[in-house]
């Protein structure tokens, strides 16, 4: 379903869908003032008098009948396993996707780790630069981000790491990537080392696309493609979101190479930072992969892309040139003297005519006619086109960042004044 960031991301378009009559025949919405902002569970329009006033629905109403809109209007795309993307004619792309469950056929999603036996622990620095003991790429719940101290003294026996692949083949080679989030689905988390680990997002490159080998445990990157999530703000029942950073967003590939992710904790494994020790304990952050029995709590990326403008020029020029000269003579008796004028004229063609005569009184007479006709014509025309795909998402206003939920039945209605 279309979230939060979609109505941040695309605010401009969406209150213009909302002011037109088939946007308020859609969305149920009665008579009131310009639409100015709408929200998942929300709108917000300009009365008369210039207060505005917003009124709160107990569900996400506006997503859910906009998600209606993208799902089975024709102008969308169809994707693996049921889910879907919208091709707007404006250029604007949102497409999701999963890596693949096992058995996988183009992306992989799992864990990597380096395991000592009990008793045999090693130092902080040892067991982060490790080249990695193990893998698992088909459990559903792994242990994610899991950091285990044995029984010596600062001695560490698990850190555990984890690896997402995403087949984003199916983004244009030429579309804009303006935005993607990365969320996982928790489902636990344990500190009993009171160390309060977090989690972030980073780049890996497993020897495989699809299937994961223990010496995948190196080959995660340092540099975060987002904010890091603490271990307080950790959901354990619900999507935790990794909004990609442009780091993050030059990672995401448009070519038959999957995109490669990975999360680690960043307190103390990215930052090579020991954590505080006591003997025999264990902290992790718990999410979901993709053996999951449906989608619904599987790893996704959803990517927001755009198509770019395009311009065609055509130009055309032609050029004709003609000249013609004819001369005659004439000689006759005759007892008059006639001499002619010179016309010279001139237009977008130029064109000169002399005619000259002259006569003798002895009989003679001498005739001479020159016509020069030189005509020169140059047409050029120059003829561009361009086309313009409007490239949504517009940058949305400020001041409208809410999400309020209310548990009763019925709307509320809130009237405030500009100030």
Known sequence: MVDKIFFEKYQRLLVWLLNTRV???????????????????????????????????????????????????????WGPEYQ????????????????NPDPETTSVDGVVQQN?????????????????????????????????????????????????????????????????????????????LSITPDINIYSSAPASDTSLVAGDFDSLGSTAFSTTITYANWS?????????????????????????????NANYDVANNAPTWAASLSSSILFYMSERADITQDPKLVITHTTPTTTSTTATTSTSTSTSTSTSTSTSTSTSTSTSTTT??????????????????????????????????????????????FNYPLEVEKGYDFDVDIERPGNLEIESKLG
């Open 23 to 77: 946007g308020k025949w859609f969305f149920k919405i009665e008579p009131k003032g310009e639409i100015v902002a709408v929200f998942p569970n929300a709108i917000r329009w300009l009365n008369q008098n210039g207060s505005y006033s917003t009124e709160f629905r107990t569900n996400n109403r506006y997503a859910y009948r906009l998600n209606t809109l993208l799902r089975y209007f024709p102008f969308l795309l």
């Open 84 to 99: 879907w993307y919208p091709q707007l004619r404006l250029g604007l792309t949102v497409s999701t996707f999963y890596p």
């Open 116 to 192: 000592y036996a009990i008793g045999s622990g090693v130092s902080w620095a040892t067991i982060q630069g490790a080249a990695g003991s193990g893998a698992a790429d088909s459990n559903e719940a792994p242990e994610n981000i899991r950091i285990d101290s044995d029984s010596g003294t600062d001695t560490w026996r698990i850190l555990n790491r984890c690896i997402m692949l995403f087949d984003t083949s199916s983004i244009s080679d030429t579309d804009n990537i303006d935005s993607a989030v990365l969320s996982v689905y928790g489902y636990n988390k344990a500190d009993n």
């Open 236 to 264: 354990t029942t619900g999507y935790n979101d990794f909004v990609l950073n442009a780091s993050g967003l030059v990672a995401i590939s448009k070519t038959a190479t999957p995109t490669k992710l990975g999360a680690r």
């Open 344 to 389: 010279t004229s001139t237009s977008t063609s130029t064109t000169t005519s002399t005619s000259s005569s002259t006569t003798t009184s002895l009989s003679t007479t001498t005739s001479t006619s020159t016509s020069t006709s030189t005509t020169t014509s140059t047409t050029t025309s120059s003829s561009t086109s361009t086309t313009t795909t």
